[in-house]
């Protein structure tokens, strides 16, 4: 390890770093500021830190980077790509020896015969309707008496999120994690999630139907919250809307007396309501992610409370 540096030792060689610049507003001071300080970053060999080169950017703000999974025959495409870059780890050997029987190995152009092809696109569509429905129903609740869960099962957390508990590596919790969400190191340090798919009374929330979140003045944070939209289909942000999601930061949004927010939810705003407005869109089944920023001890200790979401119309 070089000395003065922080080391993040990869298991594989493809890899991506994700940072996130938070501003407080929308304005075109802030949103100069961070652009700028993106900008600082420098990505280069160990070699060159004496005199670190300037890093290419690219901005990305108009062009639509579409990273979503596709459940069909062009998924075992890029597996097999994977397979053929990547180290095989100790815990998938198994695994990896059965994606021979239908021509997915190292060395080997993957040229699956059409038969094959079109199981392995209906094995896809399979498991992505399996994937769907265990989304809903693989976490924990956090409050009994509530619907809000914890977005992964318990074996996530406790292992350090490798899936490896008591000799067992829960594969299936691994792969329904992984659709939904990329889950921190230490999930509750930084940051903690709950999502929902359900409205108090315990209906799906749908597209077509309006809803309304009473986010309490005193949320647990250091920092900040958010709540995000997202699809239930494929777990990305529905695209084409006004926005995907607001937070505590929002200075456009309006508050109660008392200093809580109502957060709206539906296809259309309700009258006077549009600043604190979150399109969904009809015929899409959708699910919040609500996230705490530097929380607080009282979400551990549960004496506070996110109160369900309320269906309006």
Known sequence: MPAGYFVVPMKTYNGFVGLRVITKNEDETSVSKALAYLKLIRIYSLSKAAAPPQSNSVDMSNIVWDAVARFDDGFYTSLARMIGEEPVQPRDAEMV???????????????????????????????????????????????????????????????????????????????IAFFSFCPPKKLGTGQFYLVTFFEGKGQRLRGGETYRLRVPADVPVNEFWSVTVYKRTNCALIPDVARPSMDSFDTKASKNADGSMDVYFGPKAPEGKETNWIPTVA???????????????????????????????
């Open 97 to 175: 020896g059965m994606l021979r029987t239908f021509g997915i190995d190292k060395g080997k152009e993957f040229e699956p015969d059409e038969p094959t092809r079109a199981a392995l696109k209906a094995a896809a569509q399979e498991v992505h309707a399996w994937f769907m429905e265990r989304l809903v129903t693989y976490g924990e609740r956090y409050w009994p008496e509530g619907k809000w869960d914890v977005p992964v099962p318990p074996i996530g957390p406790r292992s350090g999120f490798t899936w490896e508990a008591n000799g067992i590596l829960d594969v299936d919790a691994r792969g």
């Open 283 to 313: 015929g899409e089944d959708w699910f919040p992610n609500f996230r705490f920023y530097g929380p607080k001890q009282a979400l551990f200790t549960k004496t506070w409370k996110l109160p369900d979401i309320g269906k309006m119309s």
